[in-house]
């Protein structure tokens, strides 16, 4: 790995933050995260298919949203992605970059990415 690589310095970052940044005893409901998720649901149906890119461990938005929807979460982190298939069973996560990561066309209902677009370089933020 480079020192110099922004994505791993992301990626190697949330290894070793992960259980700081979002405890196993974090509450999901402290925060706003609800509220933004029944924005984003309002006009799905259920087991509808949602895409949550940097997901990190799963919570609290693909732990909320797997109640009713068919869930895959994307994260950079190794670390993340193991947290989120323990703390998430009902979902799929995968372990890549949000940007090289594929999937066919109208794989998805809705995509979500929260606070995690910030991590990915200006220039491929398309």
């Given at each position: 790995?480079?020192d110099h690589?922004?994505?791993?310095?992301?990626?190697?970052g949330y290894?070793?933050?992960s259980y700081a940044?979002r405890?196993?005893?974090?509450?999901?409901?402290?925060?706003?995260?609800?509220?933004?998720l029944?924005?984003?649901?309002?006009?799905l149906?259920?087991?509808?298919?949602?895409l949550?890119?940097?997901?990190?461990?799963?919570?609290?938005?693909?732990?909320?949203l797997s109640m009713?929807?068919a869930v895959t979460g994307?994260?950079i982190?190794?670390?993340q992605?193991?947290?989120?298939r323990?703390?998430?069973?009902?979902a799929?996560?995968?372990?890549?970059?949000m940007?090289?990561?594929d999937?066919a066309?109208?794989?998805?209902?809705?995509i979500?990415c929260?606070?995690?677009?910030i991590?990915v370089p200006?220039?491929?933020?398309?």
């Open positions: 790995m480079s690589n922004p994505k791993e310095i992301v990626a190697r290894d070793r933050v940044y405890p196993n005893d974090w509450s999901d409901g402290d925060s706003d995260y609800g509220r933004w029944s924005e984003l649901t309002g006009g149906r259920p087991g509808d298919r949602i949550d890119l940097g997901c990190g461990c799963g919570r609290p938005a693909a732990r909320i009713d929807f994307v994260d982190s190794p670390v992605v193991e947290r989120a323990e703390e998430v069973p009902d799929t996560f995968i372990c890549s970059d940007v090289k990561v999937f066309p109208a794989s998805f209902e809705a979500l929260l606070f995690a677009i991590h200006l220039s491929e933020q398309r």
